[in-house]
């Protein structure tokens, strides 16, 4: 009721008013006078940039845990929780990641980023796994190397890689740290050999990305030039289907793919674009004993307008009528093989 001053708190305590502060012109000075220039990152402790210099520092890898457990598996609740927590995040094909770790999954991929020493932060085993020499040799380097093994039960492995075909093992790895569209041009002179790039137009499948590094590893390519948008990259997936040829072929992102090519052309390079309506048969393929530049595009919709006008040439793989497309993955191997051949002449 109105006017009620029985009512709890009907009534304000004597001094309980707030006035004016007193003398408030300067109490916001220091706040307004700033805490000069930011930092740079490898100066800030909590950064990740820090962290990292202070690992290599203390001559600890990077990506690697300052201090591991021992080469003996674990197993019981540790391991359920740690798979857990290294696949919260998984993508949708072959294997988890995130934004902090990838999951590689399967023998052969496992056994060649142990071997090009990429950083690992754990090691998954499959209980009760038939062991075999990818299996051995898995187990003999992460000991060695004192990385952390942890032995689950198959479903949790399943879920961890989403259920693709892990064979029993598995890895957790940073994610993939791609390479400069100049650091390609570096890797074709350091090797002596002419340039050989393969750049994808609008490849989105990850599973197709697999497949060129497979075949740029097989034909002796320098590197793969992919777009930093609209774009598959190094996923859990890629490296499944690359067999470990992802921890040999380095994979580099343009923010622009068509000032790429013409980065690449002012370098010397000649840039030939693989589409289904090209002028010139794969047999002819033109520039092949010259630095090279190779675009594959979509399996769908092919070359892009404004790539197709940056290529010198346009060439395309005869096909029987039934079938209307290659994937990039296949095109892509039988364009380099075309290239090596020529070369060999």
């Known amino acids: 009721m109105a006017g009620n001053s029985q009512r709890r708190g009907a009534t304000r305590k004597p001094g309980s008013k707030k006035g004016a502060r007193v003398g408030s012109g300067g109490q916001g000075r220091q706040a307004l006078e700033g805490r000069g220039p930011t930092p740079k990152a490898v100066e800030r402790p909590y950064h990740p940039a820090a962290k990292r210099k202070a690992a290599v520092e203390r001559g600890v ?7 591991v457990a021992g080469g003996r598996p674990t197993s019981g609740r540790a391991a359920s929780s740690a798979s857990r927590s290294a696949g919260g995040n998984r993508g949708r094909s072959g294997g988890g990641g995130s934004s902090t770790h990838e999951i590689v999954s399967g023998r052969n991929s496992v056994v060649e980023a142990l071997r090009a020493q990429i ?10 796994l038939e062991a075999d020499d990818r299996t051995r040799e898995i187990l003999q380097i992460a000991s060695g190397r004192g990385y952390p093994l942890l ?10 890689t989403d259920g693709s075909v892990h064979q029993g093992v598995a890895i957790q790895v940073p994610p993939y740290e791609y390479a400069d569209t100049e650091d390609l041009l570096d890797i074709a002179e350091l090797s002596g050999r002419t340039p050989l790039i393969v750049a994808l137009d609008g490849v989105t499948d990850p599973r197709n990305l697999g497949a060129v590094l497979r075949s740029a590893g097989a034909f002796g390519a320098h590197g793969v030039l992919v777009p930093e948008r609209r774009a598959a990259g190094v996923t859990a997936a890629a490296w499944k289907v690359s067999a470990g040829a992802a921890a040999h072929v380095r994979v580099a992102r343009a923010t622009n793919l ?3 090519l013409d980065l690449y052309r002012q370098a010397g390079c000649f840039v030939v674009g693989l589409d289904g309506g090209g002028d010139v048969p794969i047999g002819d393929l ?9 675009v594959v595009g979509s399996e769908g919709k092919g070359l892009s307008r404004l790539v197709r006008e940056h290529c010198d040439a346009i060439t395309s793989i005869p096909i029987s009528a039934p079938v209307e497309s290659l994937n990039a993955g296949v095109a892509a191997g039988i364009a380099l093989y075309e290239v090596v051949r020529q070369r060999s002449l």
Do not use: H, M
């Open 286 to 294: 033109p520039f092949a004993t010259d630095p090279l530049v190779l």
């Open 119 to 128: 950083p690992v932060s754990t090691v998954y085993i499959a209980s009760r």
């Open 151 to 160: 032995e689950v039960t198959k479903p949790e492995l399943d879920r961890l």
């Open 61 to 67: 890898q990077p990506g690697r845990p300052a201090t």
């Open 258 to 260: 068509v000032r790429a």
